[in-house]
């Protein structure tokens, strides 16, 4: 399309810049919302789990006693790396060799991006699928999202759980600056979180508008395909 300044024609370019698309934030991220540490090279592992478990204290007993042995035993957990993610774009040399920018990279880049975006949803809909439902469906408001994370930190608590941050929605992390005002308190590098943070009683809180999915599928270990609405989260 030819551009005029009054009568006359003037020159167009195409400009070497590429406008990002849009990708939910990760949330998912090494040694911060979820561990690493049983990647491994082959399709699927066992890692043992040792007898005992929640609240197997010892009882105290009188000094001067014989020890009572009992036979250990362990269980197996079995995990499956069962979710492939891949993602090819096609592009022609002759494409690449007469545009402005480097297509090939670009290309490679945003391939990179959804194959992200792939493993972060699955990775979500696996922890709301095989996670404990709190079984509160009262919605958090302003009003009671103080009281709401107090209580579901006990619940982890209370269960000899660990709460080491807190993975919330859109609209809940709205309610807690409406709770606390227009001002949030920063919690370790936004850079490398990817996604808005804050830290509300002592909770690190993470915004995840990839909770805006209805529909999140991926493989559980027995190889059957989950399909998980996150928007109810």
């Not at 990760?26 to 890692?47: C, H, N, R, W």
């Not at 209370?158 to 709460?163: E, L, P, R, S």
């Not at 929605?169 to 490398?192: H, I, K, R, W």
Request: charge should be negative; proline fraction near 3%.
């Amino acid at each position: 399309m030819a551009v005029l300044y009054n009568t006359q024609n003037v020159d167009e370019k195409y400009s070497a810049i590429i406008e990002p698309n849009l990708y939910y934030k990760s949330v998912l991220i090494p040694q911060v919302t979820f561990t690493d540490k049983y990647e491994a090279q082959a399709g699927g592992i066992y890692v043992h789990k040792l007898g005992g478990g929640k609240n197997t204290g010892v009882v105290p007993g009188t000094p001067g006693r014989d020890f009572s042995d009992e036979v250990v035993a362990d269980s197996l957990i079995q995990m499956v790396f069962n979710n492939n993610f891949q993602k090819s774009r096609k592009i022609y040399g002759v494409t690449a060799a007469n545009v402005a920018y480097n297509k090939a990279e670009a290309e490679l880049a945003e391939a990179v991006k959804q194959v992200s975006q792939g493993w972060q949803t699955s990775g979500v809909a696996c922890m709301v699928h095989e996670g404990t439902d709190m079984a509160d469906t009262t919605a958090i408001t302003k009003d009671n999202i103080k009281d709401k994370l107090i209580a579901m930190r006990k619940k982890v608590i209370d269960n000899a759980g660990d709460v080491n941050f807190a993975i919330v929605s859109t609209s809940v992390f709205e309610a807690y600056l409406q709770y606390t005002g227009t001002d949030y308190t920063p919690v370790m590098n936004e850079e490398v979180l990817g996604a808005r943070n804050a830290n509300f009683l002592g909770l690190p809180m993470i915004e995840a508008n990839i909770l805006n999915q209805s529909s999140a599928k991926y493989y559980d270990y027995a190889g059957t395909q989950q399909t998980e609405d996150l928007t109810k989260v």
